[in-house]
């Protein structure tokens, strides 16, 4: 099998500690990923509605909302790299969940960000030829 094709079938791409007790396993088949980055992975799904839905929403409300959905990620990660407590699988996919939807809004926040832009030089560059 082609080394690029089974990279990508089993996520070897995805920097992840695949740690068999943070992992979902199936039937003895551990999933290539932990909870955490399957959950960041799902929430990346968010972006086509957010395309949609978003639309009308200022870039500053988008890139906030962003940035405080990953909050709760980051503290669970730092908490437990701290030795403060221990997480959980559930709470792992939660937290990681919510960090995935909002890189997406941060993603979905910066493309309209950008299209905006350039509709403003292609306005801009309209008004110098014409």
């Known amino acids: 099998m082609n080394e690029y094709v089974h990279a ?5 791409f995805f920097p992840c500690h695949r740690k068999k007790e943070r992992s979902l396993v ?32 200022s870039f500053l409300k988008m890139l906030v909302i962003g940035i405080l959905l990953n909050i709760p990620m980051v503290m669970d990660g730092y908490t437990q790299l701290r030795g403060w407590r221990v997480s959980n699988n559930f709470l ?6 919510t960090s995935g939807i909002g890189m997406s809004c941060i993603i979905v926040a910066g493309s309209f960000q950008f299209h905006r832009g350039i509709q403003g030089l292609a306005k801009l560059l309209d008004s110098i030829i014409s």
């Open 8 to 12: 990508l079938i089993t996520l070897r």
């Open 26 to 57: 199936i039937g003895g088949k551990q999933f290539p990923m932990c909870f955490r980055c399957m959950s960041i992975l799902l929430g990346y799904f968010a972006v086509g509605p957010l395309f949609w839905l978003a639309a009308d929403v």
């Open 92 to 97: 792992r996919s939660f937290t990681g969940l």
